[in-house]
């Protein structure tokens, strides 16, 4: 498959007037491939959209360059950088971006019509995208008397009615209430599936993200933490960041001393674990609470107690001490305790890494404030 997008070394720094330089996008490379749906994830200020408005050509690169389907259409080096609106994307933004004074149909008419396209030629794809986007019977209606979710197929008619190659979409689904961003979601793949586009969608929402992705670039300040299916990094993430941003994350800090591994501060009963061969004298052990055993205190395990139990609909959450942490499970209602019960837990596979670095908090935290 030939890859459409290319990121090669692709760095940003704006120059800021309190922070000072601000690496915004640092060394990114990737590459995406033909007809895949690739996301960007990553808490706000990571630079997802920063990237993207560099891919689109609203934004300078500092260092690097981008090639889209072939073609170099930025470089720092040779001084080049071809305008948006000779990059051949279709863009879909989070604010829903329609002309109020235009109907249906000119509004999804409109890129066809600077570019000069024959009226009949523009009636038949104009047409096929709304049929494609459910609009079609409202095509003299205006946008305001349209609800959200309409406006927002009106914004996805008009960037598929140019038959674009790569497709841009940040955030596109945001302003849309629960129900009504699932249906989406799945029609913007439909739309991939029948006009063939490779999409890079740019999100906070990591199900979302999940559950439309191929591949995803988790990113956090600036920085590519990791870039995979959606499955390996839910399964295998490279660090403690990604852990903690796909899915619920249960985290232990402990301390591995003489071949054991004890909780944190508190050395009177070991966790049965393999130690990993680099493990430091102090790591986090990392799991989801859905993986973590609990059984009778009479089974093999870690020896504690049900702090609290808590009865939700589709499963029963109990908070168990592990020394001096209190860690969360998450059962089956058939897996029965009650509060005060003593119980034995297992961490089953759990992933390892090193402690928590307060210099990165301290860069996210600031990040986010500006
Ligand atoms: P969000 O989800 O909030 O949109 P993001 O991941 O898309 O966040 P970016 O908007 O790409 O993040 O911003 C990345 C970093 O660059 C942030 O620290 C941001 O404050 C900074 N930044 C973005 N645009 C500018 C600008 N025009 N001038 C100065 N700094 C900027």
Redesign the pocket.
């Known amino acids: 498959m030939a890859d459409q997008v290319i990121l090669r070394n692709v760095t ?1 720094r ?3 007037k309190t ?1 000072g330089d ?1 690496v ?2 640092d060394n990114f490379n990737l590459a995406v491939h033909e007809g895949e749906c690739f996301s ?1 994830l ?12 560099m891919i689109a050509g609203f ?1 300078d690169l500092t260092e690097g360059e981008i090639e889209l389907c072939g073609r170099l259409v930025s470089s720092s080096s040779k001084n080049l950088y071809v305008p948006p609106e000779e990059r051949g994307l279709g863009m879909v933004f989070q604010a829903f971006a329609v002309w109020p004074h235009m109907n249906v149909f000119e509004n999804v008419a409109f890129p066809l019509r600077i570019q000069k396209v024959s009226n009949a030629e523009v009636t038949e794809r104009v047409n096929k995208a709304l049929k494609h986007t459910s609009l079609t019977g409202l095509e003299t209606t205006y946008p305001s008397d349209l609800s959200g979710g309409q406006q927002q197929r009106i914004a996805l008619a008009r960037a598929i009615v140019t038959n674009p190659k790569v497709m841009l979409l940040d ?1 596109p689904l945001s302003n849309l209430d629960p129900k009504l961003r699932e249906t989406m979601r799945f029609e913007i793949k439909e739309l991939q599936r029948e006009f063939g586009f490779t999409i890079i969608f ?1 999100t ?1 929402d990591q199900s979302e993200a999940m559950a439309i992705s191929d591949r995803m670039m988790v ?1 956090d300040m ?1 920085k590519i933490m990791q870039i995979d299916t959606p499955e390996n990094l839910y399964n295998k993430p490279v660090n403690r960041f990604v852990h903690n941003f796909l899915g619920e994350s249960t985290f232990i800090n402990v301390d591995v001393q003489d071949g054991k591994v004890y909780p944190k501060g508190d050395h009177t009963q070991a966790i049965k674990l393999d130690i990993p061969k680099d493990a430091a004298p102090q790591m986090v052990v990392a799991t989801r609470p859905n993986e973590i055993e609990l059984l009778a205190a009479t089974e093999e395990g870690f020896k504690t107690r049900i702090e609290k139990r808590i009865f939700l609909t589709d499963r029963t959450e109990y908070l168990v001490p592990v020394g001096e942490q209190m860690v969360k499970i998450q059962t089956p209602h058939r897996v029965r305790f009650a509060q005060g019960d003593s119980c034995a837990v297992r961490f089953v596979d759990p992933m390892w890494y090193p402690m928590d670095d307060e210099e990165a908090e301290k860069e996210r935290a600031k ?2 404030l ?1």
């Open positions: 940003k704006f120059a800021t922070l601000i915004a996008v960007f990553g808490p706000s200020g990571c630079g997802k959209s920063t990237t993207l408005r934004e955030e740019v906070h990113c600036g990040r986010q500006f």
